[in-house]
């Protein structure tokens, strides 16, 4: 069975304090970690694919890296515009139909 | 981006009446899926679709049925509402290697 845990639940950051999420995961042969962010009362939205091992992907203050067990969002100078909830998700190898697991999100807050 | 719509956006419903949810494609994805979303739980996988008349079971699926009659529409049914399936409910289309592309969702409660 797949699995995905995010951590921290909940992180709380200055302005300008730069910080990480993580994302362990497991799941036979990975096809795909996916990071999204969610606005509240909206539908997530995509910001990077990652498909194997040292990986990276960088978007405005966003980086995303992955290892064998683990991806991170590492979040460089946050605005409080980077505030969001934000979710991991992975996409096993074979016979899924395409379908993703998700973890249950980090809400980070991103205090001006 | 796909054009992808849900409605109702915001339901309220008595337990044991049956509703149905409506997502709604302008491309023609083929792969379609509908998740809850709820506290402590992220998003969990109720049905998804894989063409035409093609669909399968998620990870929550019990409660819950779906039908695809056109490649544009999926539609989400539970057929005797409860209130543990008060939440709020996504769909998603597969749009090539980016993974999923969202709804704006369906916030449901069953009173």
């Known amino acids: 069975e797949d699995q995905v845990t995010q951590s921290p639940e909940a992180l709380r950051l200055q302005e300008g304090e730069s910080s990480s999420l993580n994302c362990s995961y497991t799941v036979s042969g990975l096809r795909g970690l996916f990071w999204y962010r969610q606005d509240p009362g909206k539908g997530p939205e995509f910001l990077f694919t990652l498909y194997s091992a040292g990986e990276e992907k960088e978007k405005e203050r966003l980086k995303a890296t992955l290892t064998k067990k683990e991806s991170f969002l590492h979040i460089t100078a946050p605005k409080p515009e980077d505030s969001a909830t934000y979710l991991c998700?992975?996409?096993?190898?074979?016979?899924?139909?395409?379908?993703?697991?998700f973890g249950s999100g980090t809400q980070l807050t991103v205090l001006p | 981006d796909a054009g992808i719509t849900q409605s109702p956006r915001h339901k309220v419903t008595e337990t044991g009446t049956p509703v149905t949810l409506r997502c709604h494609q302008t491309?023609?994805?083929?792969?379609m899926y509908w998740y809850r979303q709820d506290p402590g739980h992220g998003l969990r996988l109720i049905h998804y679709?894989?063409?035409?008349?093609?669909?399968d079971k998620g990870e929550v699926s019990d409660g819950y049925s779906v039908s695809r009659s056109k490649t544009e529409d999926f539609l989400l049914t539970l057929e005797s509402a409860t209130s543990s399936q008060t939440s709020v409910y996504f769909c998603a289309i597969m749009e090539g290697s980016d993974g999923y592309t969202f709804g704006s969702g369906t916030r449901l409660t069953v009173v």
């Open positions: 998700a992975v996409r096993r190898g074979s016979g899924s139909a395409r379908q993703l697991t």
């Open positions: 491309e023609n994805h083929r792969y």
């Open positions: 679709s894989y063409g035409v008349k093609d669909t």
